[in-house]
Nanobody, 113 residues
Framework: VQLQASGGGLVQPGGSLRLSCAASGSIFNILGWYRQAPGKQRELVASITRSGNTKYDDSVKGRFTISRDNTKNTVYLQMNNLKQEDTAVYYC??????????WGQGTQVTVSS
């Protein structure tokens, strides 16, 4: 399984970014994004099942939208109205149809004026 994440960067508060993660090498059930801020544990941001069921952390509801393209095995995270507390390294996470989890390389998101 290979994961290729992209889309992080520096943005001002209130700005937007879109993260992408392309997966290959298996059939994927759950695709998601986690984040880890300095000194904090890694936490789930959002996830989406193959059938389109989504889950969000309360802190991002209404601001972030997760979506997937099953034909491309790609998951997207549209992040709007970004806040300084969203600053973290974001990790793509996938779970195959056989229940095996895989992590992508992290991508830094920095929200700062």
């Amino acid at each position: 399984v290979q994961l290729q994440a992209s889309g992080g960067g520096l943005v001002q508060p209130g700005g937007s970014l879109r993260l992408s993660c392309a997966a290959s090498g298996s059939i994927f059930n759950i695709l998601g994004w986690y984040r880890q801020a300095p000194g904090k544990q890694r936490e789930l941001v959002a996830s989406i099942t193959r059938s389109g069921n989504t889950k969000y952390d309360d802190s991002v509801k209404g601001r972030f939208t997760i979506s997937r393209d099953n034909t491309k095995n790609t998951v997207y995270l549209q992040m709007n109205n970004l806040k300084q507390e969203d600053t973290a390294v974001y990790y793509c996470n996938v779970v195959t149809m056989y229940g095996a989890p895989y992590w992508g390389q992290g991508t830094q998101v920095t929200v700062s004026s």
